[in-house]
């Protein structure tokens, strides 16, 4: 016996077909649906029939098998053994975060073949694994962010239980599971919710659709329906922590705004779990009130992603300019990134042709997520490329150095630790021709008007272009990347070693560059951080003199009472005397 | 000598047309063209021609002689010779408010008719007066809120140095001036600002067109636009603050919001000038984030307009339950708005159909504006009827008294203190025939859906829709205007002896009612306000032993120990044994 529910508020019939059968539903005075079914148990597959149309998808659904057309499976989330009852996440203070993708981490791109490569992330020294999108959206390949059915897994990925075993098992190597989740916008394709009842709004547009009725007439369940999603993956899948994609789009002009209801609901719950969920909003706001505690008018959120870091990182380290790297490519702004977090807090911007952001002052450094690559960076590229393709070993070594010595949470992105040789593209799969042709059009456009012929772009619906995405695990063990691992490896245990790195206190970062001579040094207590990016070897004045060295990426690096003498791109760790 | 200066983004050329001659401008790096003309001076009517278009008006004129489309005029705003050296406006705690539309408050409309009945609100008791919108729209009668020319004063008022004097009467009188401004859109016809420079933002539509382009690309040269506004009329007319129109309809997802950008630097000219100019925002969000002081992340803006409690007490009186009066009606809701401020503070809304609002706690009702009437309520009825025309003068009088007992800061619209038998109708004078017709149709066909025929709607076109809005100062010495004049005198003056009555701390506010016998109590420190709204005589317990009549409105109410003998719609008002 099961009790179908569902809230469809447009519809003025709804019934429920379960099995070859339906069945009627009775309406509640809010607009959600209930039928008792005797015959329908985990297993059952169902859909619902609106006024006579369908049967359509459960908005809710916990289990696509056959894809986000077609009827949704009555899933039992009690029955799965967990072993993982003890476990507590690390702190975000001292987490150092791995993001990957699915179905691109492995050949078969499965959560089960997850699992047998979770140990190298242990040996790593990473402590949280965080994963792109894995719920439900049309076609077999994608990143996951054009998805429909936020309540159920990917087929192509496995099914519900498959997931509960990739989180159990890094629960039980001591690795924490992040979740990436969507709740800006739907995906194009398989997209019913509109069907039911006032899911979208077409008041804000956002760049990838109507944006979600958070605000409107019947928002209040559609933010339930929300909500529930975070409390449903952190509840019955054990995730540590949400990841929220591009929450600037998300436009809601309520006294509560959806994300402070979000953070409320989740912190309960981790109360009631004893457990501590965290939120990691990914925003391009620059807007200290998404980390601000609820009493200084702010959403309470754990840490949210710093572009401005990786943007002041990745110019200096390739000198590029072009896009939104035009407003970065000083070594003030790395400066700058490194002890206020935010570059733009209310600079004027040449990018976006206005006044960007405001200081962060006062928070820590763990409320930001710092970090070289991530899927955006890499895989927004016309072609994908990881900054092992764009430079040198020496600076891949001072990339990481940087990263992992950073008053941040330090990110990685799946193979960024060996240097893969593999790119991270841009891949999708619809089946409908015309979303297919639109979005092939769409990203060859978006670079030609940078340059890119559209030969040389590759098309994202291509199986090629996701096969090419897949990591060589084989080549890790290779030089050089084989020397880019260890160097990680290193890092991150040094990291787990030297308390002054996962101090967050930023008003204690302490820098010093010059910008013509191309060297870098920051001085966090007792341990500093020497770059030469200069393509000469050259003296770096350091601010202590220096007495152990605890990394350096070369051998060649001389330390004397004054100062160092550096190889060109190379970067020493050491400790003052 | 002149200088003249416009910030033109979009043209490639532009000069000015100042007299009869052109003359070519020098474009700066941001935007603002410049050009030295010998021969213009205060007087001379100018113009600028952008990539060989126009004249167009200036988008800063200070004076449209000859309306939105003609040529603007340079006024010297320093020649006017101010007496109000010396006055301070009274602190918006001990403060009465009275609404006037200057078109209409005299059978002349201009800002010098205005002058010759301030004594009138002198001797009524009022200590600001706040003129609904003055600056340039098209036609000659208008509400205001379709302004298009910011700066510049609607000629059928009158030119700026009467404004000024007008201003300057008031502060002779020791009365403070409140500005109606409206920055959330500008009105349709005459609006030029868009080829000039991106003014408008169409990713967030608003419902009277494009909203004001507060976060885009180049938003912060038009917030510089706006933040002078303000600082223009504080400065230059001598303003002690501004109404802010519907502010709900300002989106702006910047970190540091436009109207905390506004309130800093008023409250930063303030400080300079020695003055306390305060901003009064009109919100229908019941969001607290306005009036919470920028530490507790708010915008630190002076006091709201309170719907809520508009809405509970206009329910109350009349019976009316359509539209948004259908979240009201109870005397608990009145209850809550005078010890809550907002009567939603999260709670489930049938109108707005989700929940609505968030608690005010820790807020003085001197943060929010009540009325029994405005310009909106009155004027937004089919008819524009006062309260005059709905009730009679027993629950008049009670309005009154709950409205001038309250922990607000009270606010009469017009008028409303004698009761004017005219009513406040919606008209404008669009000279375009097709927003003429848009207008008369849209009108009639919004309260067609409320069931009024064509023919009940009043023409807003009309020039008879126009006269008949405007006030007869001769009744007001007729019964029974001159009781319900007399009556707002007696009560103003009674808040203003009685500190009781301007102690804003809501959590002391005590009430008692009785939904079914229709009475209700506030005691406020010593002093009871008793009110009886059933159509029959009745006792009225109240909370302490009678003493002294401070105010009746009817003899016949008799005070006993153990309580009160009320007549139908009676309000007295005394104190404690």
Redesign the interface.
Known sequence: MHTFRVWAWWPRKVEVQAGHQRYAMRRGRDGWWTAKVASARPGTDYGFVLDGQGPFPDPRSAWQPKGVHGLSRLVDHRSFRWSDGGIQAQPLASAVIYELHIGTFTPEGTFEAAIEHLDHLVQLGVTHVELMPVNAFNGSRGWGYDGVDLFAVHPAYGDPDALRRLVNACHARGLAVLLDVVYNHLGPSGNYLGKYAPYFNS???TPWGPAVNF??????EVRRFFCDNALFWLRDYHFDGLRLDAV?AI?D????PFLEQLRREVKTLGAQLGRHPVLIPESD?????LL?PP????FGLDAQWSDDFHHALHTVLTGERSGYYQDFGNLADLSQALRAAYVYD?R?SVH???????SAAGLSGHRFVGYLQNHDQVGNRARGERMSKLVGLGRLKIGAALVLTSPFIPMLFMGEEWGASSPFQFFTDYPEPDLARAVREGRRKEFASFGWKTKDVPDPQARATFERSKLNWAERSRAPHAELLAWHRALIRLRGREPALTDGRLDLVQTRFDEAALWFVIKRGPVTVACNLAHRRQAVPVPAAPGEVLLASEDSIQLRAAGLKMPPDSVVIFRSQ
Do not use: C, K
């Open positions: 008041r804000y547009p605000d409107g007439p019947q928002s209040d600037h436009l002009t309520s006294a509560e706001l620059n807007d200290p009130r601000w009493e200084r008018g702010g209310g004027y976006r042709r206005r006044r960007h952001g405001r």
